[in-house]
Nanobody
Framework: QVQVAESGGGLVQAGGSLRLSCTAS????????VGWFRQAPGKEREAVSC??????TIYYTNSVKGRFTASRDNDTVYLEMNSLKPDDTAMYYC??????????????????WGQGTQVTVSS
């Protein structure tokens, strides 16, 4: 069974930092693109950051550029979040592609979603 799991969310004050981690089982995780998506109540889901299978291509949505950093090793994908703002409050999901050597954000219906981890930033 293929599973993706996030960890590292929590409650932090504005200006603080959190690091999210994503791992997977049943999948050659080190060979697929992985994305971080978020959804806040009443808002549409958005791709926050995506990292290619090699780590050589990384996408950031404009609102997090310069504050968030995605990275990966063979087993884990990380999202380092600094200078957090109340607007960053959302459920954060890790999404893994099923496509070997994938580069772009995993938005297809076959992508594997984690259960999500809540990030809450207080003002």
């Amino acid at each position: 069974q293929v599973q993706v799991a996030e960890s590292g969310g929590g409650l932090v004050q504005a200006g603080g930092s959190l690091r999210l981690s994503c791992t997977a089982s049943g999948l050659n995780f080190g060979s697929v693109a992985v994305g971080w998506f978020r959804q806040a109540p009443g808002k549409e889901r958005e791709a926050v950051s995506c990292i290619s299978w090699s780590g050589g291509t990384i996408y950031y949505t404009n609102s997090v550029k310069g504050r968030f950093t995605a990275s990966r090793d063979n087993d884990t994908v990380y999202l380092e979040m600094n200078s957090l703002k109340p607007d960053d409050t959302a459920m954060y999901y890790c999404v893994a592609s099923r496509i070997e050597r994938s580069v772009s954000c995993p938005t297809d219906t076959a992508a594997i979603w984690g259960q999500g981890t809540q990030v809450t930033v207080s003002s």
